[in-house]
């Protein structure tokens, strides 16, 4: 069935340390979106980035779609990074409908 | 309005009891969607509204659960007689059509006691 896999599931940096998340998908997209969810459970939309790559600000992604995965690179990280990076695509077989979200990477940066 | 706007922020309920959640999505956006966040887990679909009508019901997982959104902007997850198991973080997201990126609410917090 259609899966979406990230890595790692967990992360410990100290603050200033740069990272990459990665996320596996299983099939064709029409929308691949990262979000950030913070400790009250708000859940940031930080890319919409169904293909090639974008940057906002300390963050980065990737979306080679055709080898179906994407990374999310954070450079020097700060506290407030802290929370869990949500990766969620939109199939191509459920178009439109829905975005199936991996178990996400929970991440903590140290001060 | 600016955000998905969800209430209420927190709900408590006794089993069996009924329970309505409301979402007032951006405004202009067509597309609706509700999903549900158990803990240490990402968000699962529950439902999709295009406009006033539900394209996609699929997620719920079954017929206690019911949303309706009648004129197209404003929609209610209507849940009866809860169970312990529908405890939850209740989402709901929309979007200006639906192949753009979604916009998520801060959610409802429901505990059936």
């Known amino acids: 069935g259609i899966q979406v896999e990230q890595s790692p599931p967990d992360l410990i940096l100290q603050e200033g340390a740069n990272s990459t998340l990665r996320c596996n998908f299983s099939?064709?997209?029409?929308?691949l979106q990262w979000f950030h969810q913070n400790p009250w459970g708000q859940l940031i939309n930080l890319f919409y980035i169904p293909s090639g790559t974008k940057q906002n600000g300390r963050l980065s992604a990737t979306t080679v779609a055709t080898e179906r995965y994407s990374l999310l690179y954070i450079s020097s990280s700060q506290t407030t990074d802290s929370g869990v990076y949500f990766c969620a695509v939109d199939f191509k077989e459920t178009s439109g409908s829905r975005l199936t979200f991996g178990e996400g990477t929970q991440l903590t940066v140290n001060p | 309005g600016a955000g998905v706007s969800q209430t209420p922020s927190n709900k408590v309920t006794e089993k069996g009891k009924y329970v309505e959640l409301r979402c007032d999505p951006i405004s202009g956006h067509t597309a609706l969607y509700w999903y549900r966040q158990s803990l240490g887990q990402g968000p699962e679909f529950l439902i999709y509204?295009?406009?006033?009508?539900?394209?996609?019901d699929s997620g719920l997982p079954n017929d206690r659960f019911f949303a309706v959104r009648p004129e197209g902007s404003v929609s209610t997850l209507k849940i009866q007689r809860t169970e312990r198991g529908d405890s939850a973080v209740y989402l709901c997201?929309?979007?200006?059509?639906?192949?753009?990126?979604?916009?998520f609410g801060s959610g409802t917090r429901l505990t059936v006691v």
């Open positions: 099939d064709s997209v029409n929308n």
């Open positions: 509204f295009q406009g006033t009508g539900a394209a996609d």
């Open positions: 997201a929309s979007s200006y059509h639906r192949e753009s990126g979604y916009t």
